[in-house]
């Protein structure tokens, strides 16, 4: 998962949090299975960064397998079992090379939705 805009623009926040469900291997992201995004115009803390991407996890297809994958900015270097309280399924920061492709995807899926909305 990924979010974009914690940055204020013009006074305001619009942060956009992008889940990506993912097939992957040890090396690769293998497919994508689903997506799922929601918003925010709250200002970035941990509290309500963390209910962003819980949102856009509920709205994936299906629920995740494994765990929530994110870099350990996206949560203020906050540790793994304080964000995995507010996300409900279990949570890790990247550790391999295919969650750090899964991630950038739901970089450019969070950062390309967000560009829709300004």
Known sequence: MDISGRHEESGEYLMVAAAVH???GTARLRSVEGLGFATSDDPPTFENAATVIAD??????APPEGPVVAEHGEFYEEPEVRV??????SFKYVESIAERETVQAAHHAAYAARKLFL
């Open 22 to 24: 993912a097939s992957v």
């Open 56 to 61: 856009a996890v509920a709205e994936l297809p």
């Open 84 to 89: 995995e309280q507010f996300l409900g399924p």
